[in-house]
């Protein structure tokens, strides 16, 4: 690789170290009790303003202390601290959704949830129990900017009554298509889930299994962003592991990166992206968070090359 375009590469694409951790005394959630790992979506990175933010939550705790008004719309998951085991809550949650404050309805969630918050709603979310001392609650907001796409596809059903902005339990489940390399089950939500015209997709894999998971170059016709982060909440900016990944603005120009600590790749429309290698994980126990998050409401390759990796040491599946 050469030092100038990596460089150039690392300015446009490539956010990592202190770039994408948010410490606990700056998190808007003052109860966080470490670290937590964000994306902001920056005119420098992607565009469209917004942000992702991933914390660990360890005791019981009124997220809104008084409900509050949704300045932008959101997309709020829930699930379980125990990263080889992402379907089960470990916990209970009430979330209050409502159009004022006086007609709000409470919803009481004991299994993995996604809630979905649209500009003008109000709402609040109360962590109510955490079943196993020291096991956290993963949670995830996402934020959308002002200039996010939208789809010209809008169901107005979604409107039908507040429980349509809450998916919970298998709703928001996959299986990775080759079990061996990533047999943890999958949280995933996405716009279409909610009726919603937002263009929003995101996903998120415990990495348990070195092993590799696109073995070809390939575009899409929408920003993805792939975000890479530790299971251990006490130091998430560790990343349990080894990644190599390669990204290029054309075939001549492909570059590998290779990481160790939390990561983020903004994958803008058109950019040739992978091979993807998990070329190593630590302690199965603690796997690699891996996270896919795209301005899109399907995961639809434009383009894929013949570049294809020549790497027979791990199982691959290329999807």
Same mark, same amino acid.
Request: glycine content about 6%.
């Given at each position: 690789?050469?030092?100038?375009?990596?460089?150039?590469?690392?300015?446009?694409?490539?956010?990592?170290?202190?770039?994408?951790?948010?410490?606990?005394?700056?998190?808007?959630?003052?109860?966080?009790?470490?670290?937590?790992?964000?994306?902001?979506?920056?005119?420098?990175?992607?565009?469209?303003?917004?942000?992702?933010?991933?914390?660990?939550?360890?005791?019981?705790?009124?997220?809104?202390?008084?409900?509050?008004?949704?300045?932008?719309?959101?997309?709020?998951?829930?699930?379980?601290?125990?990263?080889?085991?992402?379907?089960?809550?470990?916990?209970?949650?009430?979330?209050?959704?409502?159009?004022?404050?006086?007609?709000?309805?409470?919803?009481?969630?004991?299994?993995?949830?996604?809630?979905?918050?649209?500009?003008?709603?109000?709402?609040?979310?109360?962590?109510?129990?955490?079943?196993?001392? %020291?096991?956290? $609650?993963?949670?995830? /907001?996402?934020?959308?900017? !002002?200039? *996010?796409?939208?789809?010209?596809?809008? +169901?107005?059903?979604?409107?039908?009554?507040?429980?349509?902005?809450?998916?919970?339990?298998?709703?928001?489940?996959?299986?990775?298509?080759?079990?061996?390399?990533?047999?943890?089950?999958?949280?995933?939500?996405?716009?279409?889930?909610?009726?919603?015209?937002?263009?929003?997709?995101?996903?998120?894999?415990?990495?348990?299994?070195?092993?590799?998971?696109?073995?070809?170059?390939?575009?899409?016709?929408?920003?993805?962003?792939?975000?890479?982060?530790?299971?251990?909440?006490?130091?998430?900016?560790?990343?349990?592991?080894?990644?190599?990944?390669?990204? %290029?603005?054309? $075939?001549?120009?492909? /570059?590998?990166?290779?990481? !160790?600590? *939390?990561?983020?790749?903004?994958?803008? +429309?058109?950019?040739?992206?992978?091979?993807?290698?998990?070329?190593?994980?630590?302690?199965?126990?603690?796997?690699?968070?891996?996270?896919?998050?795209?301005?899109?409401?399907?995961?639809?390759?434009?383009?894929?090359?013949?570049?294809?990796?020549?790497?027979?040491?791990?199982?691959?599946?290329?999807?």
């Amino acid at each position: 690789m050469s030092e100038e375009r990596r460089q150039e590469y690392m300015s446009k694409y490539v956010r990592t170290g202190s770039d994408v951790i948010l410490p606990k005394g700056s998190n808007p959630y003052p109860q966080m009790k470490y670290d937590s790992f964000i994306l902001n979506v920056t005119p420098d990175f992607g565009g469209f303003g917004g942000s992702t933010l991933w914390s660990y939550i360890y005791e019981p705790v009124q997220m809104q202390p008084e409900p509050v008004i949704c300045d932008r719309p959101r997309y709020i998951t829930v699930f379980g601290g125990i990263a080889t085991d992402f379907t089960r809550l470990h916990g209970a949650a009430e979330v209050s959704l409502g159009t004022s404050k006086s007609d709000m309805r409470t919803f009481i969630l004991a299994e993995p949830f996604a809630v979905h918050m649209k500009k003008g709603m109000y709402y609040s979310i109360n962590i109510t129990r955490i079943d196993i001392p %020291g096991v956290p $609650l993963h949670y995830n /907001e996402f934020i959308l900017g !002002e200039d *996010a796409p939208l789809s010209e596809k809008f +169901d107005e059903s979604g409107d039908a009554g507040f429980a349509s902005f809450i998916k919970t339990g298998e709703a928001i489940t996959a299986k990775y298509p080759d079990k061996s390399n990533v047999p943890c089950t999958i949280m995933t939500t996405d716009s279409n889930m909610f009726k919603s015209n937002d263009m929003m997709r995101r996903t998120w894999m415990p990495i348990t299994n070195p092993h590799i998971m696109a073995k070809q170059s390939h575009t899409h016709a929408f920003t993805e962003y792939l975000v890479c982060y530790g299971s251990d909440p006490e130091n998430v900016s560790d990343l349990g592991g080894v990644i190599e990944f390669t990204i %290029g603005e054309s $075939l001549d120009t492909l /570059e590998t990166f290779r990481i !160790e600590k *939390a990561t983020q790749f903004c994958l803008r +429309d058109g950019l040739l992206h992978s091979p993807l290698v998990f070329r190593e994980v630590r302690d199965p126990r603690k796997p690699i968070i891996f996270c896919e998050v795209s301005y899109s409401d399907g995961l639809v390759q434009s383009k894929k090359y013949d570049n294809v990796l020549a790497d027979d040491s791990l199982p691959s599946y290329d999807y």
